[in-house]
């Protein structure tokens, strides 16, 4: 597995890694765009049942947000838990995407989700884009509003189909 690290606040938690498979080129690559929470795991599971049905390479997108960041900046165990949960996220992300028999790559970078996540469509020519549904709550509804959210300025590119996972909802394999 090949493994690098971006620039950023915390490189330390910035990577790219990727898992080529044999030496099969692969023609059709599906993007997918992760972040915290359990969606994350749906949007992965149910990107792995589509590339195998489509016979597929996988590129996940974790961009690191105010989201991904423990709530007490100030506290003494702030890189303790920003380290175990950038950790933890890779690790679970790249334990699944084992099982994937095709190429795959995982990047966790900064910076704006939507724009990463279209630049590494555009990179690989996806033919789709998975994410997760957006989030409940006030703030996703002003989101939302604004036409803001992640989901909602990727639904609005015209580039590619976008497959919204809804929480809940894994691979039916």
């Given at each position: 597995m090949n493994h690098q690290h971006h620039d950023g606040p915390h490189p330390e938690y910035t990577c790219h890694l990727a898992n080529p498979s044999t030496d099969r080129v692969p023609t059709r690559h599906i993007v997918l765009g992760i972040g915290t929470g359990l969606t994350?795991?749906?949007v992965v599971s149910y990107g792995l049942m589509l590339a195998a049905k489509e016979?597929?390479?996988?590129h996940v997108v974790h961009c690191i947000t105010s989201e991904d960041l423990p709530v007490e900046t100030d506290s003494p165990q702030f890189d303790t838990r920003l380290h175990d949960?950038?950790?933890?996220?890779?690790?679970?992300?790249?334990s699944a995407?084992?099982?994937h028999t095709d190429t795959w790559t995982y990047d966790c970078t900064y910076g704006d989700p939507a724009g990463v996540i279209l630049a590494t469509a555009d990179k690989y020519h996806a033919f789709t884009i998975?994410?997760?549904?957006?989030?409940?709550?006030?703030?996703?509804?002003?989101?939302?509003?604004?036409h803001s959210s992640v989901t909602s300025r990727l639904k609005r590119q015209n580039r590619y189909p976008v497959i919204s996972v809804p929480t809940g909802v894994g691979s039916t394999r």
């Open positions: 994350s795991k749906n016979d597929s390479a996988l949960e950038m950790v933890s996220q890779r690790e679970q992300t790249t995407l084992a099982s998975v994410i997760g549904s957006p989030r409940k709550g006030a703030a996703s509804a002003v989101s939302k509003l604004m």
